[in-house]
């Protein structure tokens, strides 16, 4: 096992007569972390965020404009990829249609001049981990996505590498088998306890797997935390919505003073929501901000119920849990209960929503606003 530091870490393309899609052109900006030996790190975050360039800078594949890699002890920069000790496994297979699946697993200890021995002591404990020790004299074409992709896992960790870095490696998977191979990737790391960064832009995946996640919009961390800690606390408007599904509810709102206590006002909406006291030392009558609030914090009340009338927009059964779409203004809020009862479109409910729950996010930067108290 390896400990990985990641410090003040830069990538700027040349990209002359093109549009920018970064600010300032830089793919990866000013990206720090720190990755403790045998974590498991999930890097998130949507299409061009730069997660994938990321680990292709930790991998070698790809030059450092600036700042500083460390596996283990050692900086990494100018390091060779042979000589980084790492694994790595991408979205595409990459498996060689001439060999077997015994010489893809051992093609790299080949290389590296290894005695045969030694390289079939390892493929024969490597491959039992990866449930393909039937599959040794099979021929990649003969094989499905999902054991291709085990293969191509097998092949990145049989070199015994202090960080295994895993590039989207269930994109091409469907659902049934993205979800069997994902337990087993799971598996497998408690069982090895090799350091893994795993690039993915599935919140499900980084959900389940990572012990924490960064995630990352164009180029920039967003925040590093526990799955909880992002679900429960997240650090500004573009977490609070990439997280979760469906994604937290997300209203512009103005406040409203009344007597002694602060309100949650909506345009064109006659919903109310009392604002939790630890907020009132930043309130004022008048102000706007943005409000967030998780489709489970948001409820359907009873008969006899004070709620704010609405009417269902959409309703969505699950089976396991049920989605109730409502309109709030313009917007479209979501929330989700476990409640057998079946809604149909244009039916009035009572809505009922946890003011204790709710997150304050700034109008113009999205930062989370956060209570003194």
Known sequence: MSKLIIKNLYKRYENKGKKKTQPNDFA??????????GEFIGILGPSGCGKTTTLRMIAGLEDITAGDIYIGDQRVNDLHPKNRNIGLAFEDYALYPPLTVYDNIAFNLK??????????QRVMDIAPLLKVEDLLDKMPISLSGGQKQRVNIARAIVRRPGILLLDEPLSHLDGKMRQALRIEIKRLHNEIKCTTVYVTHDQLEAMSLADRIAIMNLGVLQQFGT????????????????IGEPPMNILKTTIIKHENDYYFTFENSDLRIIAPRRYYDLLSDGMQVKMGVRPTDIYVGGPDSKGTPVRVAVYEDLCSERRIGVRVGDELVMMITE????????????LEVNGEKT???DLNTGNRIRSKK
């Open 28 to 37: 990866v900006n000013d990206l720090s972390l720190e990755c403790e030996d």
């Open 111 to 120: 290389a590296k001049g290894v005695s045969k021995d030694e390289i079939k």
């Open 227 to 242: 799955p909880m800690e992002v679900y429960d606390d997240p650090a500004n408007e573009f977490v609070a919505g990439f």
């Open 339 to 350: 409640d057998d009862t079946r809604y149909r479109q244009g039916e009035m409910i009572k």
């Open 359 to 361: 997150h304050l996010f």
